[in-house]
Structure formats: structure tokens, C-alpha cells
């Protein structure tokens, strides 16, 4: 397993326990080998009521934007 990938890891540590998994990625990563669409497929499978959040976190994205445009996040 990719060390890069822990939170996935941890996600479904945490599905196993009963709480709510909310990812939050946008595959902004540079070229093939930075793709993790094939990770968000695999917790969608694994986690029953797994959600994901198309979220620019990084330096270009705006937090603030972002969460009005994903208000179910609350």
C-alpha cells in the first residue's frame, strides 16, 4: 500500500467503528501515477454511505468557495 494513501487506510478503520467517511480530493496530482480515482472507487465499494467532496484543498483552491458550493458538508 502506498504510504501516500494512509488516510484511506484510516478511513476505513474508522467505517469499521460506525462513524460517517467523508473524502475530500479533486485528482489534481501531476500524470498517470498521481491518478487516485481507483482509491475513491475502492472506499466507495468498501464503505456503505461513503461520500466524496470534490475539494480543491491546495494553495489554488478557495476553502471558503468550496464549502459554500458543498453545503452538505455541515
Not at 464503505?47 to 458538508?73: C, V, W
Request: hydrophobic residues 30%.
Amino acid at each position: 500500500m502506498d504510504s501516500r494513501l494512509i488516510g484511506s487506510e484510516v478511513a476505513l478503520f474508522l467505517a469499521r467503528q460506525g462513524c460517517a467517511i467523508h473524502g475530500v480530493d479533486n485528482n489534481q496530482r501531476a500524470g498517470p501515477q498521481g491518478d487516485t480515482r481507483w482509491n475513491q472507487e475502492r472506499l466507495t465499494k468498501a464503505i456503505a454511505g461513503y461520500t466524496h467532496h470534490e475539494l480543491d484543498t491546495g494553495a489554488s483552491g478557495s476553502p471558503r468557495r468550496n464549502h459554500a458550493d458543498n453545503q452538505n458538508l455541515r
